[in-house]
């Protein structure tokens, strides 16, 4: 199967900004996952491509300041993250998946990458 790469994590401090980004090839469903320690891993965002639009979700807790996109060209999915709170805190993954549809349940996605640490100090 195909292994993601994620980067662009980092340590920064609230109210920060950072750019992940994973190297992917192009799929229907691709989304961001992340963990925080001592907790169960959550899905942040996804983004579905259609024929002719795309359709992205955002958790609550996310809405407003993360970005989800992706560039086929380039093979990549990013989120963008302004106004970092410390508890963004966590690893961060990249996952994509094959079947129609898209969504945060976990064992819908094939693909996952090794995840990028983001840090967030107050």
């Known amino acids: 199967g195909e292994q993601l790469v994620e980067s662009g994590g980092g340590s920064v401090q609230a109210g920060g900004s950072l750019r992940l980004s994973c190297s992917a090839s192009?799929?229907?469903?691709m989304a961001w996952f992340r963990q925080a320690a001592g907790s169960e891993r959550e899905g942040v965002a996804f983004i579905h491509t259609l024929i002719d639009t795309s359709v992205t979700e955002y958790a609550d807790s996310v809405k407003g300041r993360f970005t989800i996109s992706r560039d086929n060209d380039k093979h990549s999915l990013y989120l963008q993250m302004n106004n970092l709170k410390p508890e963004d805190t966590a690893l961060y993954y990249c996952a994509a998946r094959i079947s129609w549809g898209c969504n945060f349940r976990e064992p819908d996605f094939d693909y996952w990458g090794q995840g990028t640490q983001v840090t967030v100090s107050p």
């Open positions: 192009a799929y229907t469903c």
